[in-house]
């Protein structure tokens, strides 16, 4: 390292040169002593340090920063090893850095520990981090090494004399380096918007948790009283063993040309839980608005269920879902109740204390069922069940549009008058009537006096004898003392 000796060779001499200088300029002026090492230092250095040789990168030649000292308002510098000056320490700058430093008002700070007001603040960095070139003059060349951060600023000048320079003490080499006073600023207000943010996600996530182990263990039941007191239900829905909850249902309560109307549905989505719920939303809606539901109730439910087939099938199609639904539903006009039936949701009256069917489940080895799917072009397999093309478990629904030429979604509806014999009703989703039988369901119902507590019953009887799907049923209970000799509903609200 023959160029490194010549540096060092050259620095000696400078610095005896300097010395000597420094005597006579403290001797011949009346300037204070760090003054003059300032000007004559500067002069010294400029004059007698020969010109260096060119570096040669290829070679791999460079000169390693040593530990220097810097000054908060001078940047007083020295090299490790030298004796101190009793008039004070020499300074090298540059002529940058001392421009900068002329503009920029000296810092204020408290003093550190171990130290007087307006002493030295020590830095430390590992050649490994920053090695500085010596080139000619006294500037100095920083390599295209990463600049060492000193708090939140960097060791060499910053442009603007308006911003502050932040040191922090001396940091051994191995040893982590700790925020200091100084270096420590104030949390800016978009880092606090983001932490309460952040709280504010995660008081949701905890929520939406706290809802779903409700959600785990809990039955969404309720009940309705007509306010005429003719009719009381009551509906209870419990998700069961499934990931998801595709069962909806549905209560609706008008009067249409002094009659009142009840309408009562289940909702049995398969493949996702959108039909059901377009079901929901839109099936009573559309029926109530047929301009012949009053007088022709039958055909206006047949139009209505086929008109929101179709509508729903044109409202996903620009998606890729082929979710469907069953619907079991119970419109009851005056005492004439109309039950219509799309799928393998049931509905089930008890009279005269027998449980009788008013509708027969849509199943594809149902023999005149098979036969218009075959007619149609389709075919009925076996897969774990009988399926239509070997994947539908129901001849009908709605939805389902690759298998829609097959499965369609006309009603079968039935008619029954409510006379003193008929008890109630039940709805169901399959979830019920898989594991527990009409005569079953009648039975556990005539238990229970209130119409929410019955359903409540059914649900929890259907998931206790292992139903795997999810458990939906309304029960609806007639109270024949409030009817009139028109066998019109009648009377207060009981």
């Given at each position: 390292?023959?160029?490194?000796?010549?540096?060092?060779?050259?620095?000696?001499?400078?610095?005896?040169?300097?010395?000597?200088?420094?005597?006579?300029?403290?001797?011949?002026?009346?300037?204070?002593?760090?003054?003059?090492?300032?000007?004559?230092?500067?002069?010294?250095?400029?004059?007698?340090?020969?010109?260096?040789?060119?570096?040669?990168?290829?070679?791999?030649?460079?000169?390693?920063?040593?530990?220097?000292?810097?000054?908060?308002?001078?940047?007083?510098?020295?090299?490790?090893?030298?004796?101190?000056?009793?008039?004070?320490?020499?300074?090298?700058?540059?002529?940058?850095?001392?421009?900068?430093?002329?503009?920029?008002?000296?810092?204020?700070?408290?003093?550190?520990?171990?130290?007087?007001?307006?002493?030295?603040?020590?830095?430390?960095?590992?050649?490994?981090?920053?090695?500085?070139?010596?080139?000619?003059?006294?500037?100095?060349?920083?390599?295209?090494?990463?600049?060492?951060?000193?708090?939140?600023?960097?060791?060499?000048?910053?442009?603007?004399?308006?911003?502050?320079?932040?040191?922090?003490?001396?940091?051994?080499?191995?040893?982590?380096?700790?925020?200091?006073?100084?270096?420590?600023?104030?949390?800016?207000?978009?880092?606090?918007?983001?932490?309460?943010?952040?709280?504010?996600?995660?008081?949701?996530?905890?929520?939406?948790?706290?809802?779903?182990?409700?959600?785990?263990?809990?039955?969404?039941?309720?009940?309705?009283?007509?306010?005429?007191?003719?009719?009381?239900?009551?509906?209870?829905?419990?998700?069961?063993?499934?990931?998801?909850?595709?069962?909806?249902?549905?209560?609706?309560?008008?009067?249409?040309?002094?009659k009142q109307i009840s309408l009562f549905g289940?909702?049995?989505?398969?493949?996702?839980?959108?039909?059901?719920?377009?079901?929901?939303?839109?099936?009573?809606?559309?029926?109530?608005?047929?301009?012949?539901?009053?007088?022709?109730?039958?055909?206006?439910?047949?139009?209505?269920?086929?008109?929101?087939?179709?509508?729903?099938?044109?409202?996903?199609?620009?998606?890729?879902?082929?979710?469907?639904?069953?619907?079991?539903?119970?419109?009851?006009?005056?005492?004439?109740?109309?039950?219509?039936?799309?799928?393998?949701?049931?509905?089930?009256?008890?009279?005269?204390g027998k449980a009788i069917a008013l509708s027969?489940?849509?199943?594809?080895?149902?023999?005149?069922?098979?036969?218009?799917?075959?007619?149609?072009?389709?075919?009925?397999?076996?897969?774990?069940?009988?399926?239509?093309?070997?994947?539908?478990?129901?001849?009908?629904?709605?939805?389902?549009?690759?298998?829609?030429?097959?499965?369609?979604?006309?009603?079968?509806?039935?008619?029954?008058?409510?006379?003193?014999?008929?008890?109630?009703?039940?709805?169901?989703?399959?979830?019920?009537?898989?594991?527990?039988?009409?005569?079953?369901?009648?039975?556990?119902?005539?238990?229970?006096?209130?119409?929410?507590?019955?359903?409540r019953k059914l649900t929890e009887t259907a998931?206790?004898?292992?139903?795997?799907?999810?458990?939906?049923?309304?029960?609806?209970?007639?109270?024949?003392?409030?009817?009139?000799?028109?066998?019109?509903?009648?009377?207060?609200?009981?």
């Amino acid at each position: 390292m023959v160029y490194d000796g010549a540096v060092k060779d050259q620095e000696s001499s400078a610095s005896a040169s300097a010395s000597a200088a420094l005597s006579e300029a403290a001797a011949a002026s009346e300037v204070t002593a760090a003054e003059a090492v300032v000007v004559v230092v500067s002069e010294a250095v400029v004059s007698e340090q020969p010109p260096r040789p060119a570096h040669d990168k290829r070679l791999g030649v460079r000169h390693p920063l040593k530990h220097r000292r810097f000054r908060t308002g001078g940047k007083v510098m020295m090299e490790p090893g030298d004796p101190p000056s009793a008039q004070g320490e020499v300074e090298v700058v540059d002529e940058e850095a001392s421009e900068v430093e002329q503009e920029a008002p000296p810092v204020e700070r408290g003093p550190h520990e171990g130290e007087e007001e307006g002493g030295d603040v020590e830095v430390s960095s590992a050649p490994a981090e920053m090695e500085v070139e010596v080139v000619e003059g006294d500037a100095m060349e920083e390599l295209p090494e990463p600049a060492v951060a000193v708090g939140e600023s960097e060791l060499e000048g910053r442009p603007g004399g308006d911003e502050e320079e932040v040191s922090s003490p001396v940091v051994p080499q191995g040893e982590t380096k700790q925020d200091t006073p100084a270096a420590a600023a104030p949390v800016p207000a978009m880092e606090e918007r983001k932490h309460k943010d952040q709280e504010k996600k995660q008081n949701e996530r905890e929520r939406e948790k706290e809802r779903e182990r409700v959600d785990e263990v809990g039955y969404m039941s309720g009940g309705w009283k007509s306010d005429d007191g003719f009719l009381s239900c009551g509906y209870s829905s419990f998700r069961g063993k499934r990931a998801s909850m595709e069962d909806f249902y549905d209560i609706k309560s008008s009067k249409i040309d002094d009659k009142q109307i009840s309408l009562f549905g289940i909702f049995d989505g398969h493949g996702g839980s959108r039909a059901a719920e377009y079901l929901k939303e839109h099936l009573f809606e559309n029926l109530m608005k047929h301009p012949e539901f009053m007088k022709d109730t039958k055909l206006a439910i047949s139009e209505t269920y086929r008109k929101t087939d179709s509508e729903f099938l044109d409202s996903e199609s620009h998606t890729h879902r082929d979710d469907g639904s069953t619907a079991s539903t119970a419109v009851l006009v005056g005492n004439h109740l109309y039950v219509a039936n799309v799928g393998d949701s049931r509905a089930v009256i008890s009279k005269a204390g027998k449980a009788i069917a008013l509708s027969e489940d849509h199943k594809p080895n149902r023999s005149d069922e098979r036969k218009r799917i075959e007619s149609a072009g389709g075919v009925v397999m076996w897969a774990g069940t009988w399926r239509v093309g070997g994947v539908l478990a129901m001849s009908r629904a709605f939805g389902n549009r690759l298998l829609k030429q097959f499965v369609v979604a006309d009603p079968e509806i039935q008619e029954q008058e409510i006379d003193d014999e008929v008890e109630f009703l039940i709805l169901a989703s399959d979830g019920l009537w898989d594991v527990v039988p009409n005569e079953d369901a009648v039975s556990l119902v005539k238990i229970e006096e209130e119409p929410e507590a019955a359903a409540r019953k059914l649900t929890e009887t259907a998931f206790s004898r292992g139903s795997g799907d999810n458990i939906t049923c309304i029960v609806v209970k007639f109270q024949h003392d409030k009817m009139d000799g028109d066998s019109s509903p009648s009377g207060d609200k009981s």
